[in-house]
């Protein structure tokens, strides 16, 4: 057993969706320690996180909407605080910035940052030399999809992103997409170069331009929880690679791993592939 304190971990959009499975994980982890859990939505203040979560028994940690009080405690502690974001792309940036000003480091799973605000937020965690992780998306298998993409994407010269997801998800395109839509991107080459001078007679109905000749097709229905396809096309073929998550505790590795690594960066840095 290790002599180290636990590393206090601070969920914010502890009720949520994400925010619930993140207490459960935390709380089993031997390594770390829930000290605070946020949320906004009025109807859960003060209710018990672990309770929330599904544990048997009590944390003893009651969900409040004061984010600044939670903060400031856990960069008190004896080994630097990790808050983790699973909130809002309306609250996150604001979230972010108020950990690194307390010296608490983000992990940061909400999606719907612009590259703007990232870009931003790098220059801040930069200056106060304060690790900050931003992760679209903690499965490894998405990782995998990825890097598989990136390969194909030398031989294919065709190629459109496909997302689907639960229909209470606010922002569109998902995070995930953007961001194989970038590494994609980066590969220098132009996609799907056009044979015939093309028409939507409905708007959106060829999906948003995500650059360089990609498109992303975002799916919103009840019954689906996290989905994404890559579709390659040449002459006389199709590769898809298609990754689906049938439940959240799948992300759950990914958190845990971040929660740690954070600790030992002194800048922000973007997308799980960086730290396994
Ligand atoms: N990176 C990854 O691997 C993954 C990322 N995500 C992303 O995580 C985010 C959350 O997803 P999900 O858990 O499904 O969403 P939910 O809506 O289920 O949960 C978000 C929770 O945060 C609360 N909330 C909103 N604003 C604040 C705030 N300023 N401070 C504290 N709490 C707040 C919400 O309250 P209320 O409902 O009252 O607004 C809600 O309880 C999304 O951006 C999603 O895209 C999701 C899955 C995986
Ligand atoms: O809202 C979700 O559910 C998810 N959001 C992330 C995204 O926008 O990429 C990650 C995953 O797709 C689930």
Redesign the pocket.
């Known amino acids: 057993m290790s002599n180290q304190a636990p590393i206090p971990v601070v969920v914010?959009?502890a009720?949520?969706?994400?925010?619930r499975e993140v207490v459960k994980a935390v709380a089993q982890a031997p390594d770390m320690n829930l000290v605070g859990a946020?949320?906004?939505?009025?109807e859960?203040q003060d209710k018990d996180a672990g309770e929330l979560a599904g544990l048997t028994e009590p944390l003893e940690i009651p969900i409040t909407?004061q984010?600044e009080p939670m903060l400031a405690f856990a960069a008190q502690e004896r080994q630097p605080g990790v808050m983790v974001d699973?909130?809002?792309?309306?609250?996150?940036y604001d979230?972010i910035r108020s950990a690194i000003a307390y010296g608490v480091r983000p992990v940061v799973?909400?999606?719907?940052l612009t590259q703007q605000q990232i870009s931003e937020l790098a220059e801040f965690a930069d200056k106060a030399s304060t690790g900050c992780l931003i992760?679209?998306?903690?499965?490894i298998g998405m990782v995998l999809l990825q890097q598989a993409a990136v390969v194909a994407s030398q031989y294919f010269d065709h190629v459109e992103i496909i997302e689907l997801h639960h229909n209470?998800?606010?922002?569109a395109p998902?995070?995930t997409a953007i961001q194989t839509a970038q590494m994609l991107a980066e590969m220098g080459k132009v996609f799907n170069p056009p044979l015939v001078e093309e028409s939507e007679k409905l708007p959106g109905a060829r999906g948003s331009q995500a650059g360089e000749g990609i498109r992303i097709h975002s799916i919103r229905l009840p019954g689906l929880i996290?989905h994404q396809e890559v579709i390659f096309g040449a002459a006389g073929q199709i590769y898809t690679l298609r990754h689906d998550t049938s439940d959240?505790a799948c992300?759950m590795p990914?958190v845990l791993l971040a929660i740690r690594k954070v600790l030992q960066l002194k800048s922000l840095v973007y997308g799980l592939e960086k730290i396994l």
């Open positions: 914010v959009g009720g949520g969706k994400m925010g946020i949320d906004t939505s009025p859960l909407n984010i699973f909130t809002h792309p309306k609250s996150v979230n799973g909400t999606t719907g992760i679209p998306n903690f499965s209470q998800k606010a922002d998902s995070g996290a959240r992300y990914g």
